[in-house]
């Protein structure tokens, strides 16, 4: 879903991908409220599966596709605390990088997959 956002747009630049890889990991400290003993290490991995999507062309809708069906398959972990989590997690990450009204469709394509 990150990779998603941070291209939806045709946005893929090198500033929009940093934001994307450093929001993703302060969200996952929130989200799973761990603490990650080797940060260095979840950054790096995080880094590299950016840089594999970017590098090989990956588009976003792909990475749309890719989430959605994700979704559908694991349909009963999906809490609903864990849903508005990735709402609010959404909502932030696209105002940081695009308009409103982009941010807002956004939002609505994240809800429209997690209710399937």
Do not use: C, P
Request: proline share 0%.
């Amino acid at each position: 879903m990150t990779y998603a956002i941070a291209t939806s747009y045709g946005s893929n630049s090198k500033e929009s991908i940093q934001l994307m890889k450093n929001d993703l990991i302060k969200s996952w400290y929130y989200l799973n409220e761990r603490d990650i003993e080797n940060d260095s290490e979840t950054y790096l991995q995080t880094e590299l599966i950016f840089n594999w999507l970017i590098s090989h062309g990956f588009s976003s809708q792909f990475a749309w596709e890719s989430f959605t069906d994700f979704v559908h398959q694991s349909s009963s972990k999906f809490e609903l605390r864990y849903k508005e989590d990735l709402l609010l997690y959404s909502a932030d990450i696209s105002s940081k990088l695009y308009t409103n009204v982009q941010s807002d469709l956004i939002i609505e394509k994240v809800s429209q997959i997690l209710s399937l």
